[in-house]
Nanobody, 114 residues
């Protein structure tokens, strides 16, 4: 059973920054990974993805503000979030693709408010 544990969420003022981490219980080398988020009353949406080779992709609303990265040696995925605004408030989930199945963490709450 794969476990993904997100951390780093919290309350931040508009314009602030947070760095999310996702620690995996298995090797993440050669695995595609991503971050999703779900705001209250909204469907879960893709935020960013990173391939095993390090290629990244972002939803338009976060491009230029968020950066996804990975540390394969530590089996950890990151999401650096800058210039946060209230519309970024959501529960953020990390995910990993293993043998054709996407596994999910439990999520970490990010709240952007003054």
């Amino acid at each position: 059973q794969v476990q993904l544990v997100e951390s780093g969420g919290g309350l931040v003022q508009p314009g602030g920054s947070l760095r999310l981490s996702c620690a995996a219980s298995t090797s993440i080398s050669n695995r595609a990974m991503g971050w999703y988020r779900q705001a209250p009353g909204q469907e879960r949406e893709l935020v960013a993805t990173i391939t095993s080779g390090g290629s990244t992709n972002y939803v338009d609303s976060v491009r230029g503000r968020f950066t996804i990265s990975r540390d394969n040696a530590k089996n950890t995925l990151f999401l650096q979030m800058d210039s946060l605004n209230p519309e970024d408030t959501a529960v953020y989930y990390c995910t990993i693709l293993l043998f054709g199945v996407w596994y999910w963490g439990q999520g970490t709450q990010v709240t952007v408010s003054s």
